[in-house]
């Protein structure tokens, strides 16, 4: 296990009926709000009328960011930061989904700089300070909520970039289980797989001797495992949204990834598909993780895919044929919660793929479980193509 620091600054408050707290949390840091939140489904399903009420009661003030998309653009953070601005903003507050939150984040990071947000994501400018953010989640998937990460879109440039400051933690989440009643089978699904695709970037990893974290996330998969499918025939299951929400936030808190090296090359390859076909993260995630997976494979990592098998899956036999067996038990997962297997059936069109391969490795090879070059990501990406 490698040496590590860890701090876990955000003040969580889980449960129902915890939207009461949200007044007092917005308090500590001042009176004027921003408003931050997706495409209406707050409007929708009554949370938005609740939070005003609660400004109301508090005698907060507030102007609003709206509409934001599935994959957030620079162009609401950049309305963002300048209602920050012009409005002297003492606290950005998502409600929403990690999209919403990662647009918050940035918003607030905006706010005090004087050039393009877009800086951010290029190296042209670091972030150091930001304005407090709050969460008020409706989504388990990205994690957003308790971490230091920031994904945003740029139409113009056709790029999904992310980047990372400890200022952008938010300072308190507020995670009630029933806000994700009402999150679509097809939302509820990617969701999950969002979450066990953050949990395998952490686990499939060169560092030897991490049998804690290991067995934390092995935990978070079978949770996602068993309650995903739960959470889509019963949207309105208190336990099985409660679980997964929970799982989103602790598999990338920071908890895993400690004294680890990390891969993320799923993620690498899947944000140059989203960058241009503009696909929901999860879903991409999903059809690529198991080509990944089977492309990854040799006699050096059979041993953890073996005992991924062995552990999430409760599957035994010969390493190599363990490992396939547990790669084939993923693979058949993602396709029970209805989700696409192929990069075609999305949409994706075959001529862009080396393209997209470019894009991936224009900074390096990616991964560290096994270093992928251009060739590698094409190869993955042609299988993911054909399902």
Known sequence: MLNFNLHFPTRICFGRGKIEELGREISRYGNKVLLVYGQGSIKRNGLY???????????????????????????????????????DIHLV?????????????????????????????TGRARISHA????AVLTLAATGSEMNSNAV??????????????????????????????SVPPAQTAAGTIDIMSHVFEQYFSPTPDTFIQDRLAEAMLKTCIHYGPIAMA???????????????????????????????????????????????HG??????????????????????????????????GEEMALARAGIE???????????????????????????????????????SFKKLEYQDVLNILQAAYAG
Request: glycine residues 8%.
């Open 283 to 316: 879903l991409g995630l999903a059809i690529l993780t198991p080509h990944w997976m089977r492309y990854v494979l040799d006699s050096r990592t059979a041993p953890q895919l073996a005992e991924y098998a062995r552990n999430v899956w409760n599957l035994e």
């Open 131 to 134: 304005l407090p953010v709050g």
């Open 329 to 367: 038990k993923t693979a058949e997962f993602f396709k029970s919660l209805n989700l696409a297997t192929s990069l075609s059936a999305i949409g994706v069109e075959e001529n862009r793929l080396a393209e997209m391969a470019v894009k991936a490795t224009s900074g390096g090879a990616l991964g």
């Open 49 to 87: 009328e609740q939070v005003l009420q609660i400004f109301r009661d508090n005698s907060i003030a507030h102007v609003e960011v709206s509409g934001v998309q599935a994959n957030p653009r620079i162009s609401s953070v950049r309305q963002g930061a300048e209602l920050c601005k012009k409005n």
């Open 152 to 181: 945003i879109s740029n139409d113009e440039t056709a790029q999904k970039l992310g980047t990372a400051s400890s200022a952008l933690i938010p300072r308190f989440s507020i995670l009630d289980p029933e806000y994700t009643f």
């Open 234 to 280: 019963e949207p309105d299951n208190y336990e099985a949204r409660a679980n997964l929400m929970w799982a989103g936030s602790l598999a990338l808190n920071g908890l895993l990834k400690a004294g680890k090296h990390t891969d993320w090359a799923t993620h690498g390859i899947e944000h140059e598909i989203s960058a241009l076909y503009d696909v929901t």
């Open 93 to 121: 507050l998502a409600v929403g989904g990690g999209s919403t939150i990662d647009c918050a984040k940035i918003i607030a990071a905006g706010a005090g700089y004087e050039g393009d947000p877009w800086d951010f994501f």
